[in-house]
């Protein structure tokens, strides 16, 4: 089996690791693309607490080559989805088989081997098949638009609701994009306007640029003068939390979405008090899974903007390179084609 390893900080190289065993309740996976995101650059940095060392990638989709004993509803040639996490399987939650609940998991490419390798082995149980229409590239946002939908649920957004998406990340257009099957009414807000431009190839009708505008004057205007019912901050997207108290409505709610933030977030207490806000974070799918595949499958989502083309596998060390010293953004969603 040929794997990419991080051995120390910056430090990635190809291994040839032996064959993995299929367990019982496992399947063996032939990866064929995966998804680079901030938290795997961040291991490649050394950023993240981490025992090197270690497959990086949560991100994958592949097809079953070969199935363990006690598996059901999963045939090898499937094509599938990696779930973001393995599961426990020791807590109440995964015992009820409510896995995406699960109380203890382990992030694959940062406490697990994640699926930067041509083969991989997963419980069953995090796995997802998904339908012929979805293309493997498309697939790999999944857990994006998984996470947005967890978003929009918590933060209760209803029809004709206008909702403040501070950042126009690869995730924040995903959002304002789910937010619009929900008949709602995202409002976009970054410093760069050629994500923002992204923004409106992608069918969101209302940006703001946080550089060139007055965002508060902009936002009350789109909102009859009652600001947001609600918004979503993105800890990626390099702007002030301290800004969603002032968009957001009184009594309204703000969701923080992310795993790992990258700068100490600091927010004013007594505006929200004051104003009466619900803040609260987002940093899993939920159970949203299956219904985010079929918001792929339906093209309601459109990720065909969203990413470059995919690199080849010979070529993912110097991809996490570029990455690192900058010398590629990562506006958008890089892809490694195995």
Known sequence: ??????????????????ALPVGDNCVKLKNLICGITTADVAVYEGRLDVKYPIIP?????????EVGSNVKGIQRGNRVVTSPHASCH???????????????????????DGFLSDFSVVSCDDVYIIPD??????????????????????????????IVIMGATVEGIIL???????Q??????????????????????????????????????????????????????????????????????????????????????????EKRLDLFTVTDCGKNYSSAINLLANKTVNVDLLHAEPIPFDKAAEVYERLSSGAEDGSLKTLIKI
């Open 1 to 18: 089996m040929k794997a990419y390893r991080i051995h120390s900080p910056r430090t990635l190289k190809l291994d040839e690791t032996e």
């Open 57 to 65: 990638v949560r991100q994958c989709v592949g097809f079953v080559s």
């Open 90 to 112: 020791n807590c109440k939650a995964c015992k009820d088989s409510r896995y995406f609940d699960c109380e203890k998991p382990a992030l694959f490419g940062v406490n697990e």
């Open 133 to 162: 229409r979805i293309k493997d590239e498309e697939a790999v946002f999944i857990e994006h638009v998984a996470t947005a939908l967890n978003a929009i649920s918590r933060l209760g957004v209803d029809k004709g609701d206008q």
């Open 176 to 182: 304002a994009q789910v937010a619009m099957y929900y």
């Open 184 to 273: 709602a009414v995202p409002i976009v807000v970054d410093m760069r306007e050629e994500m923002l431009a992204l923004a409106q190839q992608s069918g969101v009708y209302f940006t703001v640029n946080a550089v060139n505008d007055d965002v508060c004057k902009k936002i009350l205007s789109l909102t009859g003068g009652h600001m947001a019912d609600s918004c979503a901050y993105f800890v990626g997207a390099g702007m002030p939390l301290q800004s969603v108290c002032d968009y957001t409505a009184t009594r309204g709610k703000i969701a923080v979405i992310g795993r790992y933030a990258e700068n100490a977030l600091s927010c004013n207490v007594g505006e929200l008090i």
